[in-house]
Each structure stands twice: as C-alpha cells, then as structure tokens.
C-alpha cells in the first residue's frame, strides 16, 4: 500500500496560481486511480478531480473545470494538481488520495496541504 505526501500549498492572490504536488511510496503507484480533495472550514471534503492509472482519463468537478488540470508522473510516483484562476472560495485544505482498481472508495490518504486564496 502506498503512503502519500502532498506540498506546494500556500498564500496566493484571487486570480493567482498554485501547483500541488503528492508524492506516493511504494513501487504500486502506477495502479491507483489518483484523486484530489478539499475540504474547507465548516465544510465536508468534497472531490476535486481524479486521474486514471495511465492518465488515459480525467474527472473534474464542475466549479474548477477549466481552471484546475490534474496530471501525474508514473516514473515519479507523482500526481499534480495545477490550479490556475484561483478565487477565494478555494480557500480549503487540500488532500490527495488512492484508490485501487476495482475499489469503490479511495483507501489512502495524504495529511492535506493548506491552500489559501485571498481576495
């Protein structure tokens, strides 16, 4: 089972950007569908976007469509999150998870990095 450990959140302006990185242990990384999450103050954590095991597919949620673009590196058992257009209700603790093939539900999970847009 992989280990996951995001970075590169941060202060950032509306209208700024940010790009988070999730880096996984382990020699499986390449078979986990890659997700990120968010859950800001008071809110429940709600999904982000995924990534198929080959990058072959992508899945967004509508508010960040065309702002955010989720990619990973199998070579560097990375998945990012490059988070253009930021605005302040992105405010939100930022997760990164794994789920394995046939899963329903994403079993691993990273501490979560703090994004903070301001207005």
């Known amino acids: 089972q992989v280990q996951l450990v995001e970075s590169g959140g941060g202060l950032v302006q509306a209208g700024g950007s940010l790009r988070l990185s999730c880096l996984a242990s382990?020699?499986?990384?390449?078979?986990?569908?890659m997700g990120w999450f968010r859950q800001a103050p008071g809110k429940e954590r709600e999904f982000v976007a995924r990534?198929?095991?080959?990058?072959?597919?992508?899945y967004y949620r509508d508010s960040v469509k065309g702002r955010f673009t989720i990619s990973r590196d199998n070579a560097k058992n990375t998945v990012y999150l490059q988070m253009n257009s930021l605005k302040p209700e992105d405010t939100a603790v930022y997760y990164c998870?794994?789920?394995?093939?046939?899963?329903?539900?994403?079993?691993?999970w990273g501490q979560g990095t703090q994004v903070t847009v301001s207005s």
């Open positions: 382990g020699s499986t990384f390449s078979t986990y569908t």
């Open positions: 998870a794994a789920k394995e093939t046939l899963a329903t539900m994403y079993s691993v």
């Open positions: 990534i198929s095991q080959r990058s072959a597919t992508t």
